[in-house]
């Protein structure tokens, strides 16, 4: 029997490949004390990677080029010209020699060097160049340590991502036709790797400690996502096992498939609304329209994450006119910038925080940063003229910066008039409750605002006093959590006594043994991943309301996480057998 590892479930499936590690930044390197007559041959292996880093840029940059705008061609150009730089060559020749060390800790402490100079420029040109270098430094670091991520790109076989975290930009580099899972060690359940494996539906586990020391780089895994397993160098037994284990889940995934066009409705007829969450208008492209009734969440902040610098007010546009065009007059619903906490943006150094989840983020930067705010807002207010905006305030804690955002965009609604620019002078503003205290004041929120959304992910975080990143209390993290639902309780009775549409956008709303419950809480608005939609679907068909109100008022009246989550889950086997016989009958 293979090694079995144990981690957090995150995105549901098996797969079963060879384990590729990833090395994503430059902190974690072996460190050398070279003999004298090493030193020579360090420098060559220097050289070599040079040569061979300059070779995975060039390709890249002509594998991408049909992709990429010339700006962004030009970031590869950049990157080249440090690798043939003599300069920068000799530099790392240097401190090999002086400091007696191995290339990849010269390389780190050069990069260090070079960084300074960039960050401390006038220029913000100048000051920009000092991520690319960061990038350059991860492409040789992933060469000297010969865990190139190209060689598995050119060679076309499957694989499952190893690496200590998932980032999001990530996502734009690996090789996705061949991905077939993601391991990390750090991150939890609704980290946003997570969230990301989810909504590109690769199966993944995270939370599984020291993955990279202890399974070595292209061992064969079975990943089995629904339980957090990891199988290193599985037995023909387990393997085959597993491989029918696949084509199982493969077989329920094609019949829950077919419900997708139907209407998601009780059976007594109470509508309920599904939504899709986009991370970027990429992601557009694989989601049939005719299943969502519209975008309830755009993280508008990967975009930014996924660039070298901030876009500017037409390159917003752009991007926000593709999906209004693409939800053709159905809803598209924009958050503001959510950055800082566990989405920084490389472009933007904010300080150094103690409690960066706790710190400056969301709402906080862009009140704190009009420029920024004010482009953004301008840049949706003019793609709303195109179809239905809605705009979405992220981390708010309390009725000032609501009133604060609701006077920008009374502004900038103002500017557009007198300009003669087309925007939706009704375009809806909405609030996330994802901070604890903003549910107490939501009857002074709700007069400010057109709907509200919940951001469960955070809301939880920040109820539980357990950080959803991490993997050390990952399994105190818990949705399911008494205290959790009788809040969500709480939130649905205000906007409802208000008059004022609410939603939920955290992962809970793709939790399909939720579903009844949060349909039982007053709920009518649900966003998720669409891969988890057709699930959700088939919950809402299969229990009147009576039902679910029943179910919420069981939850209600439970005191452990435990029980809430076996009573939905019994729920969710309930829905799912009646589906069978219907289908089979
Ligand atoms: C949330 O917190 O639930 C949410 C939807 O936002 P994010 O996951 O991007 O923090
Ligand atoms: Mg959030």
Known sequence: MGLRLKGVAAANGIAIAPLVHFHGDLTFIPMRNLAPEEIAGEKDRLAEALGQAAEVIFQLRRELASDLSDHDTRIYDAQLSFLNDQTFRADLERTIQDRSCNAEVALQQVIARYEKVFEGMEDAAMRERAADLRDVGRQLLSVLLEKDRSVYIS????????????????????????????????????????????????????????VLQRVGNGTQVVLDGDSGALIVEPDPEETERYQRLELEQAEAERRVFEVRFLSSTTPDGVGVRLLANVEAARDLGRIESGIVEGIGLFRTEFAFMERRQFPNEDEQ????????????????????????????LAYFRTPEERNPVLGWRGLRISLDWPDLFYTQVRALLRASAGG?????????????????????????????????????PDIELGAMVEVPALVDVLDEVLPLVDFLSVGTNDLVQY???????????????????????????????????????????????????????????????????????????????????????????????????????????????????????????
């Open 155 to 210: 060679d076309g076989k499957d694989y499952i991502f190893a690496a200590d975290e998932f980032l999001p930009s990530d996502a734009g580099l690996v090789d996705r036709k061949h991905l077939k899972g993601i391991v990390t060690a750090r991150g939890g359940k609704y980290s946003h790797g997570a969230i990301l494996a989810r909504s590109l539906g690769i199966p993944a586990v995270v939370a599984v400690d020291d």
């Open 317 to 344: 546009l752009a991007m926000y006119r593709k999906a209004i065009e693409w939800a053709d007059g159905k809803i598209v619903t924009f958050r503001t910038l959510d950055v800082g906490g566990d989405k920084p």
């Open 388 to 424: 239905h905006a809605r705009i979405l305030l992220p981390m708010v804690t309390s009725v000032e910066e609501v009133a604060r955002s609701r006077a920008v965009l009374e502004e900038i609604k103002a500017d557009l008039a007198q300009a003669g620019e087309p925007h939706d």
């Open 463 to 585: 109820l539980l006093a357990v950080d959803r990143d991490n993997p050390r209390i990952a399994q105190m993290y818990t949705p399911y959590h008494p205290g959790v639902i009788r809040v969500l309780r709480r939130i649905a009775e205000k906007a409802i006594s208000h008059g004022k549409p609410v939603s939920i956008c955290g992962e809970i709303a793709g939790d399909h043994y939720f579903t009844p419950i949060l349909v039982g809480l007053g709920y009518r608005e649900l966003s998720m991943a669409p891969v988890f939609l057709p699930r959700v679907k088939l919950m809402v068909r299969a229990f009147p309301l009576s039902e679910c109100e029943d179910m919420a008022s069981r939850a209600l009246a439970l005191g452990h996480a435990r029980e809430i989550r076996a009573l939905a889950r019994d729920k969710a086997a309930q829905g799912w057998s009646t589906f069978l016989e219907g289908a089979d009958s």
